[in-house]
């Protein structure tokens, strides 16, 4: 079946505008989270959704970054006034439920950012 | 958050065994071993996770001791699309996963 898609694959933009990444997870999953990877560095959590409640955004860097989830499925992360350390890949993910020590997340392929 | 340990990076030759260990002292009874990968410029993909026993699946082995303070991921015969970074991380309820920096595993032809 078809896996967590991302959209767009790669994105360049220039420093202060705002950029929106798109991520369409796997059908019937009611978990998706957001994760970013800058070069060299680790892979940093910073959002979460689970079906119908409040949003875990304790990740977030900042007031700049916002994330929706759309009828339980496509979720949009949207960066404000982009700044140049917000260059990173950005990875979306999804799980069955979210709420058990034995959930498995599906990664999509990233989408890559570059903020000029 | 529950904290692992693993080696910065390791070597094998191809097919042979990989034993890849991971340090996780501080273990609560409520949490999941997982081990993840990343291939080069892709997402990280699921390998395999436990609680207690050991367990096999297509892909790996996970060798859990018996006080579940270590655990070791094994690659029964490496090759070189298995060169990778393995992460190993403890999960328990509702929580996202929490990387670390993983193991850089290197296979040589």
């Known amino acids: 079946g078809a896996g967590v898609s991302q959209s767009p694959s790669n994105k360049v933009t220039e420093k202060g505008k705002d950029v929106e990444l798109r991520c369409d997870p796997i059908?019937?999953?009611?978990?998706l989270y957001w994760y970013r990877q800058s070069l060299g560095q680790g892979l940093e959590f910073l959002i979460y959704f689970q079906g119908n409640s409040a949003p875990d955004k304790s990740g977030l860097p900042s007031d700049r970054f916002s994330a929706e989830r759309t009828g339980g499925s496509v979720s949009t992360l949207t960066i404000q006034r982009t700044q140049q350390e917000d260059s990173a890949v950005y990875l979306c993910a999804s799980s069955l439920s979210g709420g058990l020590g034995t959930d498995t997340q599906y990664f999509g392929p990233g989408t890559r950012l570059t903020v000029l | 958050d529950a904290k692992t340990t693993q080696p910065n990076s390791m070597e094998s030759n191809e097919e042979e065994p990989v034993h890849l260990p991971c340090n996780h002292s501080?273990?609560?009874?409520?949490?999941?071993i997982h081990w993840y990968r990343q291939l080069p410029s892709q997402g990280p993909e699921y390998v395999i996770h436990g609680l207690t026993s050991n367990v096999n699946n297509r892909m790996a082995s996970l060798a859990i001791a018996e006080d579940r303070k270590s655990s070791t991921l094994i690659l029964h015969r490496a090759t070189l699309r298995d060169a990778a970074v393995y992460y190993c991380?403890?999960?328990?309820?509702?929580?996202?996963?929490?990387f670390g920096k993983g193991t850089r595993l290197s296979v040589i032809a």
């Open positions: 059908s019937g999953h009611t978990a």
């Open positions: 991380i403890l999960k328990s309820g509702n929580t996202p996963l929490v």
């Open positions: 501080t273990i609560s009874g409520t949490d999941y």
